[in-house]
């Protein structure tokens, strides 16, 4: 079982849809849970961190954080084109460690 | 806004050749990071440091030194060049235990 892991998709929805990316992670004392986004041939960018259980919400990203089920997602409201990208999930173990353990991304392709 | 740079974008390089790739940021973070990034593995932990002088290594270290010799400065070095370090490599900087990792543009090295 991998420790972080993520559907690679591609998951294709339509432009103005919501788009729901997912993460599960193998360590039930993990702290920290963080949302990158990466373009073909670019690095990994911060969209968002989320430390407690709930959602937060920025803008048209919203994180949900439920430790119970070691789940993790990653909401886009009214997709646009320039969302289409891998998105990372990225997770900080329990103890004393500056880890993080990256899964492998999903793909999302937002149609027109 | 978090600063990581890398020394260049795409390097060239020999069977056996020693290669240098150098990451600089300018937020005063104490730890950094080198990855290496390849399709269907995701992002792999090489080395991370999280002081000066300081260094640990992370998954996939054989093959590979790094120095920090001044805060600002993490570099990563490759022995002796072999074909299967082709890679991108990402280097990233945090500022503290379980925060966000913020990424430089990343290295695409390729090895003849």
């Known amino acids: 079982q991998k420790e972080v892991e993520q559907n690679s998709g591609p998951l294709s929805v339509p432009e103005g849809a919501i788009a729901s990316l997912n993460c599960t992670y193998s360590d039930r004392g993990s702290q920290s849970f963080f949302w990158y986004r990466q373009y073909s041939g670019k690095s990994p960018e911060l969209i968002m961190f989320?430390?407690?259980?709930g959602d937060k919400e920025d803008g048209r990203f919203t994180a949900q954080l439920n430790k119970a089920s070691q789940y993790v997602s990653l909401l886009i409201r009214d997709s646009q084109p320039s969302d289409s990208a891998t998105y990372l999930c990225a997770v900080r173990k329990g103890g004393a460690t500056n880890k993080l353990i990256f899964g492998t991304g999903t793909l999302l392709a937002v149609q027109p | 806004d978090v600063k990581v740079t890398q020394s260049s974008r795409y390097l060239v390089k020999r069977t056996g050749e020693k290669v240098f790739l150098e990451c600089v940021q300018d937020m005063d973070h104490e730890n950094m990071f080198w990855y290496r990034q390849d399709p269907g593995l995701g992002l792999r932990l090489i080395y991370f440091?999280?002081?000066?002088?300081?260094?640990e290594k992370g998954d996939i270290p054989e093959g590979y030194s790094v120095s920090r010799e001044k805060k600002e400065r993490f570099s990563l070095i490759l022995e002796s060049a072999s074909t299967n370090q082709t890679s991108m490599y990402l280097c990233a900087s945090s500022s503290g235990l379980g925060m966000a990792q913020y990424f430089g543009p990343g290295t695409r090295l390729l090895v003849l």
């Open positions: 440091s999280y002081d000066v002088k300081m260094k």
């Open positions: 989320i430390y407690s259980n």
